[in-house]
T-cell receptor
């Protein structure tokens, strides 16, 4: 079956620090990979995605590269801001599967 | 409204009581999901509705859980005889037909606390 293992939090950083959140997966078939973000008081929203090996998803200064050889999709941002404080979820789906498999979420707090 | 609306945003109930959670999807979205987020765990799939097709209930954890979707729009998730382990955030999401997960919109969730 499909599963996602995500770096445990919480993570606390200072503004302009480098952020990495590790995500690895197991999947039957060939998955698409996603990062979702949940800002305080809001619903989850898609941050970025990648659909095939070596694809790089990017949005809002965040990047993640689909690494088939290491079954990973780590999220990175070079210089975080206070507004990046949120919970981040790694997720995957496989072709024909309408269900998303999520990681446990990582809470990130950025201090001014 | 423009987004997925869930109500109530918070619900505190006593063990053994029944609760109903409501989801108003985005107008025109044919696909509707319920997920559950327990403390320290990932989102757990509960149920999926797509148009007039029979729902996929494979994620419902017990027969105390049920859900319906009336008129292809509003959905209600009902939990009977609530237990403390039912405490979680219940999330609803919707998408248009063929929209895929990149077109999935989530509500803000209902925080359920069973005392």
């Amino acid at each position: 079956g499909n599963s996602v293992t995500q770096m445990e939090g919480p993570v606390t950083l200072s503004e302009e620090a480098f952020l990495t959140i590790n995500c690895t997966y197991t999947a039957t078939g060939y998955p698409s990979l996603f990062w979702y973000v949940q800002y305080p008081g809001e619903g989850l929203q898609l941050l970025l995605k990648a659909t095939k090996a070596d694809d790089k998803g990017s949005n809002k200064g965040f990047e993640a590269t689909y690494r088939k050889e290491t079954t990973s999709f780590h999220l990175e941002k070079g210089s975080v801001q206070v507004s990046d404080s949120a919970v981040y979820f790694c997720a995957l789906d496989t072709l024909g599967d309408y269900k998303l498999s999520f990681g446990a979420g990582t809470t990130v707090t950025v201090r001014a | 409204g423009a987004g997925v609306s869930q109500s109530p945003s918070n619900k505190v109930t006593e063990k053994g009581k029944d609760v109903e959670l409501r989801c108003d999807p985005i107008s025109g979205h044919t696909a509707l999901y319920w997920y559950r987020q327990s403390l320290g765990q990932g989102l757990e799939f509960l149920i999926y509705f797509q148009g007039n097709s029979a729902p996929d209930k494979s994620g419902l954890p017990s027969d105390r859980f049920s859900a319906e979707r009336t008129g292809g729009s509003v959905s209600t998730l009902t939990i009977q005889r609530t237990q403390q382990e039912d405490s979680a955030v219940y999330l609803c999401a919707s998408s248009s037909a063929g929209g895929g997960h990149e077109k999935l919109f989530f509500g803000s969730g209902t925080q359920l606390s069973v005392l």
